[in-house]
């Protein structure tokens, strides 16, 4: 698997990133062993997860399950793998269990460092902009991290472009760590991040590393619109999560574009998960791409992206097609 160096630092990152966010919910603590073991063994060294997972919990309680599954799978492995998480989310029911604040990410690393088993994480992000809180204060707590040394490197995941260069503005001028990652949604059906973040990304030398390459799975071809999605689907997840991804994608449109390319990837011979994620790694500026499963049988298409063929330029034009002929639908997360 090529190994592709995270923006202008130092850090080298496997072109493939497994995240995590269904295991302890969609997948058990058994099921996301074999996950693990079958990215482990395709050559996948680097782990996105977040405090907040799993996906689809019901109550704050659950937070921090996912950390657990990794951490206790990566006794043994841990210099072998470089591991990603995040801080932004409710981690419990107090006024300062969520959020950027000095207090919750200080607050937010030792629960991670606690659960992943490890004195240290590679990547660490902000999972979402905090409002509430002034950036100036959210990277002075970020930059102590790096200081402390437990943390190597400081990203952002689900941030504007405006955002991350005003944080990084302040970072210049107080000496601070800079964010050097990005963390969007993209995929065939989803490309606005090429207005301004993957443009800023490019002229900055910052790192990318999409999720969603599959659109939630609607670029998998199995799903139809009038069908009532699957409970151990991202469609069906109970709560925020399922209403979510529904409204990201569950839509006359998208469901029109999945099928003329289910029905192209056929004609090609090609695989429709394969070539989605495909697809993401060749795109400009592109680090890494952030591939999941709730079954370690799904894990497989997606893996064998870092095996195939680069597509070429006929096939893109025709990919291109796709989100040129969707109504734009001006929504970022």
Same mark, same amino acid.
């Given at each position: ?21 269904? +295991? ?6 058994? =099921? ?7 990215? +482990? ?16 919990r019901?109550?704050?309680? =659950? ?16 210099q ?26 200080m607050d937010?690393? =030792? ?64 000496? &601070? ?11 065939? &059906? ?63 449109a ?12 056929? =004609? ?28 370690a ?9 870092? $095996?195939?063929p680069?597509?070429?330029?006929? $096939? ?7 989100? +040129?002929?969707?109504?734009r ?5």
């Amino acid at each position: 698997m090529e190994v592709r160096r995270l923006g202008k630092t130092g850090l080298k990152v496997t072109e493939l990133c497994l995240g995590t966010m269904t +295991f302890g919910k969609q997948a058990d603590k058994m =099921e996301s062993f074999r996950i693990l073991d079958e990215a +482990f063994a395709a050559g996948v060294q680097f782990l996105d997860t977040a405090d907040a997972y799993p996906i689809g919990r019901e109550s704050s309680a =659950e937070a921090g399950r996912t950390e657990t599954i990794i951490g206790e799978w990566l006794q043994g492995k841990r210099q072998q793998v470089i591991v990603a998480s995040k801080c932004f989310g409710d981690v419990g029911p107090g006024p300062n269990d969520r959020g950027l604040s000095r207090k919750h990410i200080m607050d937010a690393v =030792e629960g991670s460092l606690s659960r992943l088993r490890t004195d240290y994480l590679d990547l660490y992000m902000a999972h979402q902009i905090d409002p509430d809180t002034p950036l100036e204060e959210t990277m002075e707590a970020f930059d102590t991290l790096v200081r402390q040394g437990k943390v190597r490197y400081v990203g952002i995941s689900n941030w504007r472009a405006w955002q991350v260069m005003k944080a990084n503005g302040i970072a210049a001028l107080k000496g &601070l760590a800079p964010i050097v990652s990005l963390e969007p949604r993209y995929n065939l &059906l989803f490309r606005m991040i090429e207005e301004d973040l993957v443009p800023m990304a490019l002229e900055e030398g910052l790192g990318i590393i999409p999720y969603n390459p599959l659109a939630g799975g609607l670029l998998t071809g199995r799903h139809t619109k009038d069908a009532v999605p699957q409970e151990d689907t991202r469609f069906g997840l109970p709560h925020h999560t399922g209403a979510v991804y529904r409204q990201r994608y569950w839509q006359e449109a998208h469901f029109q574009a999945v099928e003329r390319y289910v029905a192209w990837c056929h =004609e090609q011979a090609l695989d429709p998960v394969t070539t989605a994620v495909r697809w993401v790694l060749q795109q400009p500026g592109i680090t890494s791409v952030i591939i999941g499963a709730s079954r370690a049988e799904q894990l497989p298409a997606s893996l064998r992206a870092a $095996q195939t063929p680069p597509l070429d330029q006929e $096939q893109l034009d025709w990919l291109d097609q796709l989100w +040129f002929q969707l109504p734009r639908r001006h929504e970022f997360r």
